[in-house]
């Protein structure tokens, strides 16, 4: 059975005259790989469960223009850019929420020197505030006790100076966090930054993101708890390396907060 999850787009807000608390920025990852479709899943069922007036550009969005970036092609970036900051500044978009740190970091800190100024909010810093302001509440469920490692995305850790959020929304699961030896100020990347994510690594005695799946398996965790779509993915790969995938989940923070609750 597939289940209908109310989703609405900016043109249909527009055309009832009205305007949404937060454009939830959805991303490539997850509009588009069936992994990080999941976490889009959970959070939006969050905010309706939050009733949180939200909604998406749908067609409308492009890519933020990250990967090209980083990869080096400026004038690719440029353009992408350019087209999402029209579409959002034609919307009079205020504030942004994005569960990818990717789209994130770019928005919030390259788009305002191309004319694009937004609050710009992480998935993890906007559950924190709705639990803050009482608009949501968060219990154990099935993941009390559990051990768990969050694994820091550059992009909002490193990059962002933002490290308790996600932190802090595990805590409320009442899990048992244990942190990998790099963590916080000293993690490690997951291996897909600056467009590697779309690239088979290049020649060396290890891939990145076996040196940080090993880091997580170390001290022996049931869940790798994850804030970005790449980062999913490479640990997701790196434990199915190392044939613990029946052991050891991987999973986005998001996705917990709405299994506790089984929304």
Not at 56 to 84: I, W, Y
Not at 119 to 127: A, D, N, W
Request: charge should be negative; charged fraction near 30%; hydrophobic fraction near 35%.
């Amino acid at each position: 059975m597939s289940e209908t999850i109310k989703v609405p787009t900016m043109a249909e807000y527009m055309a009832e005259g009205k305007k949404p608390e937060i454009l939830f920025w959805v991303g490539c990852a997850g509009s588009f790989d069936d992994r990080a479709k999941k976490i889009t899943k959970a959070f939006v069922k969050i905010l309706n469960k939050a009733n949180i007036d939200f909604a998406v550009l749908g067609t409308e969005e492009s890519c933020t223009g990250d990967p090209a970036k980083r990869a080096g092609n400026e004038f690719a970036f440029q353009m992408q850019a350019m087209t999402n900051i029209e579409v959002l500044n034609g919307y009079e978009v205020k504030k942004i929420v994005t569960a990818c740190p990717h789209c994130f970091n770019t928005i919030k800190n390259e788009y305002p020197g191309l004319g694009g100024n937004y609050e710009v909010v992480h998935h993890t810093q906007f559950l924190k505030s709705l639990l803050e302001g009482g608009r949501l509440r968060v219990e154990g469920g099935k993941f009390k006790g559990k051990r768990i490692t969050f694994h820091d995305p550059c992009y909002l850790g490193r990059a962002n100076g933002e490290y308790e959020a996600p932190r802090d929304l595990l805590q409320k699961l009442e899990v048992e966090l244990v942190e990998m030896k790099r963590c916080k100020t000293r993690g490690l990347c997951c291996g897909a930054g600056g467009a590697q994510m779309f690239k088979e690594p290049e020649s060396g005695k290890k891939d990145v993101n076996i040196e940080r799946t090993e880091e997580a398996l170390e001290i022996e965790p049931k869940i790798i708890a994850a804030a970005c779509p790449f980062c999913n993915t490479m640990m997701t790969d790196g434990v199915k390396a190392k044939h613990k995938e029946d052991e050891v989940q991987v999973m986005d923070v998001a996705e917990m907060i709405a299994n506790a609750e089984d929304l």
